[in-house]
């Protein structure tokens, strides 16, 4: 309760949602394109919502929810699927493609 329990919670948050970050990098930067970042971001909802839900008792389940929360979170799950993958899938494919374009001897413009 209070600002330090809500300073906790923010770099708690932050922390989790860097290992979320580092979990995609490891399995789906090669990936092009926005659809793998959207089901990875469902993904992550469901295992939010359906395992970790029976850690915390206090929190309803997800048939227990209003379905504008259940809608509300699942959108703001995909858009961070979204914003993660497609950044990392972008600064890889990038890198990759610089690395091409001088191991090929070509300049870039």
Excluded: H
């Amino acid at each position: 309760n209070g600002f330090l329990g809500t300073f906790i919670s923010i770099l708690l948050i932050g922390v989790i949602s860097i290992g979320a970050a580092l979990l995609y990098y490891g399995i789906l930067k090669q990936v092009r394109g926005m659809w793998a970042g959207v089901v990875y971001g469902a993904v992550l909802w469901a295992v939010v919502f359906y395992l970790f839900n029976p850690m915390f008792p206090d929190v309803q389940t997800v048939a227990e929810l209003k379905r504008e929360t259940v809608v509300t979170t699942l959108c703001i799950y995909l858009l961070y699927g979204l914003f993660v993958g497609y950044s990392i899938s972008f600064e890889y494919n990038e890198l990759n493609s610089e690395k091409l374009t001088r191991a090929l001897g070509e300049t870039r413009e």
